[in-house]
């Protein structure tokens, strides 16, 4: 294993968790639930963590934010994108430059096999990888 997947590979209880802003509460809660994560936590400051997995996404209450010129996103390196992501087009449209979209995974020149999913505030939402791990094989 490359010190690169080592340093990736999650231990028991670790976990990273990208803390982006959102909207409305209710809108994000239902849209990362069709996608197949579930509520962990919401509060009533508007705090809302969602997970799938390992995987887990912190939201913050900016009524503010705008979808079309937010700036936040994160990338999460899972073993086989194509089938963390599989489901996602049956939710959210393809469309290049609308909010929320998803573009399916490709090859990307730098080495990985990247989807893109955009939210309804403009959270770019990128999952990936390596091109050179076998898909459906945990990292050794």
């Not at 239902?30 to 809302?48: A, S």
């Not at 990338?75 to 399916?104: E, K, M, N, S």
Request: hydrophobic share 35%; net charge negative; charged share 20%.
């Amino acid at each position: 294993m490359t010190s690169e997947a080592s340093s990736a590979t999650p231990r028991p209880g670790e976990c990273v968790a990208p803390v982006l802003p959102m909207r409305d509460i209710e809108v994000t809660a239902r849209f990362y639930g069709q996608l197949g994560f579930t509520q962990q936590r919401r509060y009533e400051t508007g705090y809302l963590v969602v997970a799938s997995g390992w995987m887990e996404l912190h939201f913050f209450h900016h009524p503010d934010c705008d979808p079309l010129t937010s700036a936040a996103g994160c990338f999460i390196r899972v073993r086989d994108v194509d089938a963390v992501t599989a489901d996602f087009g049956r939710h959210v449209p393809p469309d290049p430059r609308g909010t929320p979209r998803f573009l399916p995974a490709t090859p990307k020149p730098w080495g990985m096999k990247q989807a893109v999913l955009v939210d309804p505030d403009g959270n770019l939402v990128q999952f990936g990888t390596p091109l050179d791990q076998p898909a459906h094989q945990p990292a050794t």
